[in-house]
């Protein structure tokens, strides 16, 4: 196993930690050492949660520290090599076969091969980060692909051959959790949860996304949004939501709206459910009442 | 053994994976290598490190976090894991129990696991007993020929196909340069089929005693002819026994699985049950498109209303929602009870749940009944 105990010029959990900060990510101590180990270990980093826990950020944001380009790879049933890894372009390929006439023709050089963003990453692992988005939306067959890919870091492609990184490139899953994951993609990861914050460090999440938001405002969102996790909703407001709400009563308010009528009118940006605001509806005004107090 | 290479400072902490081995952890080799760099790598300046090395590397899942966090201690701290089950929270809400919490995953033989442990476990387990199992064949012969009949849809991903609406541009490519660029087939591609995820609910109340034995017969032969399928069985809790069925020897699967449940023949409330499931979005979501099929005579003790909404949220998600009751062998038999009644126009099937042999039957032809 490869060890870089320091990469880009980042040397421990609190120096990443420290270092996400001021890319307006606020990382707990879990998340800060799974990151640095996956970095320095070179392996990719599985980031697990409920939606809106703000898995995609740390992803950018991690990008972000490193300076490195973000590739982002969008997962969903039926996604494949042509898809994630290579194509080859047909069209010029029969185009240089016909132009060839009777000399022998190779279409498998690189100028026939389209790089989709894993080959991409594959090629340019100094300059990238390459993110895996909601890998729990693909098929078996897709993980079962990736195998190869975040164990070796190599793309087999048939008519070439394998071709392998030259570094170790970053790499980020995300999964909501809709599906359990293979044991094979899990063990060939670092891996962490990201749970919903303390109250506390979801204040700071807000006023650091949200820089107009007053603190007071901040904390009331901080704990109505708690109440309403542990109402059964089937889609509870993650953090997103929580600075949406936060910046959307901010305005209402500025507009001339009071306080918890600026609350329940923006509701919308935290409930996204018709079901879920029906069952709410009755006990709404008791949970704004009693966060703002 | 230990590696006789390995520093004796490592030693703890292999200890410590095999420790999560005997106690149904899946840790694989290289997750213990990763381990021992991350240690090194962070240098142990506190146990604080250690751990969250641990949650990194070897990757517990988050609703075995605390047995895992409980091991830990008692590994390195020497505490003794006591008081891990939660104490029994306020009876309003229905409890949602996980594949047991301090449990075993399944392992991957049947026979053995390098500790035993499963086998051990299921026998300390054996609280109830099944009876002896008359419908064996029938259930073997429904083993065999679920996977061909199951309902199906067109999935999105494409495979080399006879006929279909795409060219197979890659093969026609290929073809042509072994054809000095000469095309002289079109090979063509076209959706995969995909079988359809399946929901089990069994109700395990006291009025369904007589039936409950059989249905999780029934589920365990579901489970291993199926392969994405998730069984929960209600009560006054609900609780996922999937993973306890996934074991293919079915004493021990079934010993297991009701060792997990913990509200045998009491209570019915299954529309808070329902409620429950539906609350997880993790669980809700394999409702998506399945064919949900949910074993229980429907006699709600708790709130109507609760069961028809829950009902009718579970309707729009399925693809198909089947209800079955063994009150519904009888000929005469009509649905009386309000709740019954008020869950009837969200069904799409109402159906006997008798014998085995029926519910058998009506798996098997859901494709047909629904195309019809």
Redesign the interface.
Known sequence: ?V?R?KVAGID??EALAHALTSAFYLAD??LA??AY??L??G?PL?L?G??GVGKTEAAKALAGVLGRRLMRLQC???I?AAAALYE?N?PR??LA??Q?GDKPVD?YRDEFLIERPMLQVLRSPDSTVLLLDEIDRS?H?FEALLLEFLSDFTISIPERGTLSARERPVVILTS????ELH?AL????????I?YPAPEREAQIIMLRASSVAEDTARAVVAAVGRLRRE?????PGIAEAVDWAEAATVLAKGGATWPDAFKRSIGVAIKDE?DNVHIAPRLDAIITGAAA | MMDPRLPAAAAPFVAFTTLLRANGF?V?P??T??FL??I???GPRSL??IR??A???L?PP?ER?EAFDALFDAHFLGTVALGREAAEPNAEHVRVQEDRPGGFEPPASDDSNEAGQAATAAEALSMRRFGPADEVDTLRRFQRALPERLPQRR????IAARRGPDLD??R??RG??RND?EIFRLPRLNRRKRRRPILLVIDVSGSMKARTDAHLRFAHALVRAADRIEVFTIGTRLTRVTRALQLKNREQALATASGLVSDWDGGTRIGDAL??F??V??F???ARGAVVLILSDGLERGDPKAMTDAVK?LAARAWHLSWMTPLAADPGYRPETAALKSILPHLDTLADAGSTERLCLHVLNLAQARAA
Not at chain 1, 176 to 179: D, L, Y
Not at chain 1, 186 to 193: D, G, I, S, T
Not at chain 2, 155 to 158: M, T
């Open positions: 196993m060890v105990s421990s959990p101590d879990g050492t799974a180990l996956g320095a270990l392996k599985l697990e409920a939606p969903y049933e039926g494949d080859w047909y390929q029969m076969i016909r060839a279409i098929d067959e909501n959790r809709t599906r044991e899990r063990r060939r990861c670092v891996y962490h949860f749970g059964p909703l089937t889609k509870p079901e | 899946a694989a290289e997750q290598t990763a760099a991350a090194t790598l962070l604080d490190h969250r090395a949650h990194a590397t990757a988050p976090r999935g999105y991903r494409r541009l890659r026609v490519m042509a340069v660029g409620q429950a539906l609350a979005p993790r809700a979501g394999t949220r």
